[in-house]
Each structure stands twice: as structure tokens, then as C-alpha cells.
């Protein structure tokens, strides 16, 4: 599994920067994925924190208010996604926006799907805050807020 590395420039560039980095990200939210956790904090700043909502019926079923460190961030995305079995797809063209910030963090706002296999079983948002790691010049997350909810049908 591979960081992205692209910088982002102008808008479309920041828009594709956004869309590449949400394709990769539902990959490593696939319940099946074969990834161990060591593997997948890589991708994520010593100092990352993440926070999750799993809503069911408008009632919540999974919640994570803070989490620090990027080992214990990967482990909750591997633990939602195998106890929900549930993968993510956002809505690249209308569900999705970029905001960067003069500082270098990077803000990508998402909105999308959420299905078990193929079938969509409710919709999610998330904001994603990634950074460029100046020693290798990959961008890894800084912070992960995502709320699911669930369909009852």
C-alpha cells in the first residue's frame, strides 16, 4: 500500500489530489482487506486522532469520541470494518470538497455510500485532515472525524 504524493496546486489539481486520496482511503476500510494494522498506521502521524459515529435507526450503535496515536487510528478502522462489515464509496463529483490551509494541513470534506457487499446499506460523511511528511514527501493523516448511518432495511 502506497502513500500518495502528489502536491496540491491548482483547483483541479487539489480536486484529483482529493479524489486519488478518497479512492485510496476506501481501500483500507474494506473489511477484507489484507492489511495488517502495522501496515495501515504507517499511513497516519504518531499524533493522529480520529473520531467515528455509527448511527442505526437515528440511534448510536458505535462510537469513538477520540482516539490518539496512529496504531490505535488503524485499529478502529479495521474494527468497524469487520464488525460492520461495511466499505465506504464517496461521491467523487458532488460529495466531495478540498480545503487547504496556508499551514499545509489539508482538509478533504467527503460524503458518499456505505454498502455491505454490493448493496448500499446507509451513507456516510467524513473530514480527513492529511499533511505532507517533509522527510519523505508523503502525505499522511493527521486527523479522521466520519459519521455512518446505517439503513434499518
Known amino acids: 500500500m502506497e502513500s500518495l504524493s502528489i502536491k496540491p496546486k491548482s483547483k ?7 479524489e486519488d486520496f478518497l479512492e485510496w482511503f476506501a481501500t483500507i476500510f474494506e473489511p477484507n482487506h489484507s492489511s495488517h494494522v502495522e501496515m495501515v498506521s504507517q499511513h497516519f502521524y504518531s499524533n493522529s486522532f ?8 437515528q440511534n448510536v450503535v458505535f462510537c469513538q469520541d ?3 496515536g496512529q496504531k490505535k487510528c488503524a485499529e478502529v478502522i479495521h474494527e468497524i470494518g469487520k464488525t460492520y462489515n461495511i466499505s465506504l464509496r464517496p461521491n467523487l463529483k458532488s460529495g ?19 454498502l455491505k457487499g454490493n448493496s448500499v446499506c446507509g451513507n456516510y460523511s467524513s473530514t480527513i485532515g492529511v499533511m505532507q511528511e517533509p522527510q519523505y514527501k508523503k502525505y499522511k493523516i493527521k486527523s479522521l472525524h466520519i459519521i455512518i448511518k446505517l439503513s434499518t432495511s
Open 96 to 114: 466531495t470538497q478540498i480545503e487547504v490551509e496556508r499551514y499545509g494541513l489539508v482538509h478533504i470534506f467527503s460524503a458518499g455510500s456505505a
Open 50 to 57: 480520529t473520531s467515528y459515529k455509527i448511527f442505526e435507526s
Open 66 to 68: 477520540e482516539v490518539n
Open 12 to 18: 483541479s489539481v487539489e480536486h484529483k489530489f482529493a
